[in-house]
């Protein structure tokens, strides 16, 4: 049995008609209705599907329910996998982080990018039996993408064509209006076709605070010292402005500094360095600054040092620091506070 995050019900519960008993939907479902809504929380994707269902064919316009749910998504209800997405460079790379951290939200369905000659479709892929359920929720989800698309990119997101391998409701009309252009059922796939244009386009935030940080602060030493000798800073600055996607290969790296990911790679050897240590140098040092200076929960801070879990991010902290994120972020507010 897949599970879901606790999230989704929430969003649908609150664009539903008000004459439902969603109190007593949730319920049973396992989530508390009055209590604060929690992502990592997570429900039987069956229960989630029947809940769907139920909430559908109680209302009147029951065929725009995905539609509105997915309307009401934005980047900060969705936590790490949020983050993920809004400071993304541009909306190529929030789908391509998609891939990456979809599964923080659920077990049930992934998410692939297939490049086009005019743009790319962003694919859902889901196993299982197509009934309402199943169909409601693969309408939400990408109801859910292109919302967010919205929200983040500077440019209004065109979309080529909307896909969906199950048959659509008596009413179509309101798909395509949402979506701004043709809607396909009876297909082949689960997918948004987006426009090379807005998959281009940059997003508003694209690691804003990360990108400052690299450039005020590293390029500020880089200055001081020749251009050879600030190699391995300026190979850790790409490498922590990369990470939020994951950790860059060298080719990546090197590509970026103009010259092969060999040349790189003799280059920093001869100055006794290796790419790896540079790697590990700095995701320490981005997740020592974050943690003194950011607000960011210590998921968040796993994410943009380039963990895809919490875990691995906290035993590799323990292993450079000799100490847990929270112990020292901990040790360094109490540090920070003057003495009495």
Same mark, same amino acid.
């Given at each position: 049995?897949?599970? &879901?995050?606790?999230?989704?019900?929430?969003?649908?519960?609150?664009?539903? *008609?008000?004459?439902?008993? @969603?109190?007593?939907?949730?319920?049973?479902?396992?989530?508390?209705?009055?209590?604060? /809504?929690?992502?990592?929380?997570? %429900?039987?994707?069956?229960?989630?599907?029947?809940?769907?269902?139920?909430?559908?064919?109680?209302?009147?316009?029951?065929?725009?329910?995905?539609?509105?749910?997915?309307?009401?998504?934005?980047?900060?209800?969705?936590? /790490?996998?949020?983050?993920?997405?809004?400071?993304?460079? #541009? =909306?190529?790379?929030?789908?391509?982080?998609?891939?990456?951290?979809?599964? %923080? =939200?659920?077990?049930?369905? %992934? !998410?692939? @990018?297939?490049?086009?000659?005019?743009?790319?479709?962003?694919?859902?892929?889901?196993?299982?039996?197509? #009934?309402?359920?199943?169909?409601?929720?693969?309408?939400?989800?990408?109801?859910?993408? $292109?919302?967010?698309?919205?929200? %983040?990119?500077?440019?209004?997101?065109?979309?080529?064509?909307?896909?969906?391998?199950?048959?659509?409701?008596? &009413?179509?009309?309101?798909?395509?209006?949402?979506?701004?252009?043709?809607?396909?059922?009876?297909?082949?796939?689960?997918?948004?076709?987006?426009?090379?244009?807005?998959?281009?386009?940059?997003?508003?935030?694209?690691?804003?605070? @990360?990108?400052? !940080?690299?450039?005020?602060? =590293?390029?500020?030493?880089?200055?001081?010292?020749?251009? *050879?000798?600030?190699?391995?800073?300026?190979?850790? #600055?790409?490498?922590?402005?990369?990470?939020?996607?994951?950790?860059?290969?060298?080719?990546?790296?090197?590509?970026?500094?103009?010259?092969?990911?060999?040349?790189?790679?003799?280059?920093?050897?001869?100055?006794? $360095?290796?790419?790896?240590?540079?790697?590990?140098?700095?995701?320490?040092?981005?997740?020592?600054?974050?943690?003194?200076?950011?607000?960011?929960?210590?998921?968040?801070?796993?994410?943009?040092?380039?963990?895809?879990?919490?875990?691995?991010? #906290?035993?590799?902290?323990?292993?450079?620091?000799?100490?847990?994120?929270?112990? !020292?972020?901990?040790?360094?507010?109490?540090?920070? &506070?003057?003495?009495?």
């Amino acid at each position: 049995m897949g599970q &879901i995050t606790s999230l989704f019900a929430h969003k649908v519960a609150g664009i539903a *008609e008000k004459s439902i008993d @969603i109190s007593a939907m949730l319920s049973g479902m396992g989530i508390d209705p009055d209590a604060p /809504v929690d992502p990592s929380l997570m %429900v039987n994707d069956s229960d989630y599907y029947r809940f769907l269902e139920n909430i559908a064919r109680a209302e009147q316009s029951g065929h725009t329910l995905p539609l509105r749910a997915g309307n009401s998504m934005r980047c900060d209800d969705y936590g /790490v996998f949020g983050l993920a997405w809004k400071t993304a460079s #541009n =909306l190529r790379a929030s789908f391509t982080r998609s891939e990456r951290y979809w599964r %923080v =939200l659920t077990s049930v369905s %992934v !998410y692939t @990018i297939e490049p086009t000659d005019d743009g790319a479709f962003a694919h859902l892929h889901r196993d299982g039996v197509r #009934n309402l359920g199943t169909r409601l929720s693969n309408e939400a989800t990408l109801a859910s993408m $292109f919302t967010m698309s919205r929200e %983040v990119s500077i440019q209004p997101v065109k979309l080529n064509g909307v896909f969906f391998k199950h048959p659509g409701p008596e &009413i179509e009309t309101d798909h395509e209006a949402f979506f701004g252009c043709p809607v396909h059922f009876n297909t082949d796939r689960d997918a948004l076709l987006i426009a090379d244009e807005s998959m281009q386009s940059r997003n508003k935030l694209a690691d804003a605070g @990360i990108t400052q !940080y690299f450039e005020t602060q =590293l390029e500020a030493e880089i200055s001081q010292i020749g251009e *050879e000798d600030a190699l391995d800073k300026r190979v850790k #600055n790409q490498i922590a402005n990369a990470l939020s996607e994951g950790v860059p290969n060298v080719s990546d790296i090197a590509s970026a500094l103009a010259m092969s990911g060999r040349s790189l790679q003799r280059k920093l050897s001869a100055q006794g $360095f290796s790419y790896q240590e540079l790697v590990d140098g700095a995701r320490r040092e981005l997740a020592e600054r974050l943690l003194i200076q950011s607000k960011h929960s210590l998921s968040d801070i796993a994410f943009l040092t380039g963990f895809s879990e919490q875990s691995s991010f #906290n035993r590799a902290f323990k292993r450079w620091a000799g100490q847990t994120p929270r112990s !020292y972020r901990l040790a360094a507010k109490s540090r920070a &506070i003057p003495q009495q």
